[in-house]
């Protein structure tokens, strides 16, 4: 009725949006952000859902573009700044990803996700130290969210820090017991012959962890082909007290 009124209305096509996107109408819901846009073209909050629904569609470089006009619009909204770093992330441009995450802090260092991603790409940048401490900024602001706690993990695995990743791993399994990448996270710190291993890698299988089924059936059959030789030497050896 808004728009019956006024078809220019922004805020009417941007509401309207938000409605056919919850109703799963992504295209409808893209196209009434471009009407937005259109009727007024410094209306940052229609740029960053525009690059929302990008980056949810598996568009990145549309994504980063939608994101980077809502920073010309609003040049103070961290929440911009953390999008267009995760646009670049999946891009593969960590660098990029770093800066956006770090100018997101600037404008406000209380928000966790960006502490957190700011975090995760200061781990692939191999900046050990920042990453840990980013990592662990996040979970002083949100101690119940698991992946903080994975990557905090990899850290110090990555740092040959077995203890302390375990022990991460460890807080993940009990935040969230149904996910397989954790328990096979902390076999894999395990040597093949160690009993540990093989039970963390039976839990992850368990959970649907096709890396562990494949290492499971792998040292099975060498634990089969070891007892059958044991078995064949043992004949040998009776034969041979005869």
Known sequence: KALEVDSTNHEAWYNWSLILNAQGSVDQAMQCLKKS??????????????????????????????????????????????????????????????????????????????VYNAGLTSFNLLQYKDAINYVMKALQMQPNVPDYWYTAGLIHAANNEKHFASTYWSQCIKLDSTNSKYPYAIGSLYDDSSSLKREYFEKASALGSEKAKVWLAEHSAKVQNNSSDSATNGKKSKKKKK
């Open 37 to 114: 846009i259109a009727s007024n073209q410094d209306f940052a909050p229609a740029y960053n859902n525009l690059g929302m629904l990008y980056y949810g569609a598996g568009f990145p470089d549309s994504a980063l573009a939608s994101f980077n006009s809502a920073i010309l619009s609003d040049k103070s909204n961290a929440g911009y700044y953390n999008n267009a770093g995760l646009a670049c992330l999946d891009l593969r441009d960590t660098i990029n990803a770093y800066n956006f995450f770090k100018n997101a802090l600037r404008y406000d260092s209380t928000n966790a996700k960006a």
